[in-house]
């Protein structure tokens, strides 16, 4: 597993099911490899679900509603799961980004790794968060696993 643990953001996933070639699919494909620790909650799951079922995600993500189950069934077996013992809202704009800062927050995780860094700063800093974009976490996966 990985040196950090880290919350990935709806945005991630979506990305890295869009594309085959940017930093979120080679997240993805890490993440299938157990060498992701990343932690997802009950409300973060049901949204990624929400997120990528939806009839115009699909198409543009060319999956199949049994495929996306497939991608969510392997994002349940290889994240640790959050349990939200306190919610501090409202600290964001977005409701949908406030349990992506709950999960890390619960969860002691070091970071979300997210493309929209606008959103969840200043606040993370308060958590001790740090908001990363896919392509940096990528390079620091690759620190950690060269000779």
Do not use: C
């Amino acid at each position: 597993m990985g040196d950090m643990k880290v919350v990935i953001d709806t945005n991630v996933v979506v990305a890295g099911l869009r594309s085959s070639t940017g930093a979120s699919y080679r997240i993805l494909e890490l993440i299938a490899a157990d060498a992701v620790d990343f932690v997802i909650s009950v409300p973060l799951f049901l949204e990624y679900e929400d997120v990528l079922k939806r009839p115009a995600m699909r198409r543009a993500m060319r999956l199949t509603v049994a495929e996306v189950d497939t991608v969510l069934d392997v994002l349940a077996a290889k994240s640790s799961h959050a349990k939200l013992h306190f919610l501090w809202r409202p600290q964001l704009r977005d409701p949908k980004d406030e349990m992506v800062l709950e999960t890390a927050a619960n969860a002691g995780a070091e970071a979300i790794v997210t493309f929209n860094h606008a959103d969840f700063l200043p606040v993370a800093t308060a958590f001790s968060l740090a908001i990363i974009y896919p392509k940096d976490y990528l390079a620091r996966i690759a620190r950690r696993t060269s000779p």
